[in-house]
């Protein structure tokens, strides 16, 4: 964790940056995991916030792989707030993959698991059966005093035999 106090030592945080990560390395399988956050601002009231979290899984003996991004930041300025996430998917495994976050970093990361399902997600939060895929999820939020506010989602899948994108917006 890094802690940047100012005036220096005085419990006031202007900016914090933290995160745990695992690698292991098995005979048959590679998985890299990684989780952070980063704020700049108070705790009270950060301007700048991000989060992210990384999962690679890769099965050596096929050389399948999955994998999970997510980030998360927002903006917050007086009379102007901007807000977003993300989400990638991918699995070439045909099998849904279960991670099992390492013991010693699970209070850090806030699960014991992360799930990759087996199938493409869908935009009503079901899965598809079993397949190659990538899929992108992305949604976003603009609030500009409080005249103006703009919500918008867009959904991206990729499958061998479709391909599918929506959008919505408020």
Known sequence: R?????????????????GAFA?????????????GEFRLGTEAQPLILARTQLLFVARLSFFNYAGKFNIAA???????????SMQILFNTTFEEVNYVVPPFIQSAVGVNSIIIPAGAPRANGTT????????LDVMGAVKVLDLFEFKGEFHFVLEAAELTIELAHE
């Open 2 to 18: 890094f802690d940047f106090q100012f005036p220096p030592n005085s419990g006031n945080s202007l900016l914090t940056a933290q």
């Open 23 to 35: 690698i292991k390395l098995t005979v048959k399988e590679l998985s890299v995991f990684v989780n």
């Open 74 to 84: 927002s903006l917050d300025l007086p009379g102007l707030k901007l807000s977003g």
């Open 128 to 135: 598809g059966p079993p397949a190659i895929y990538f899929a």
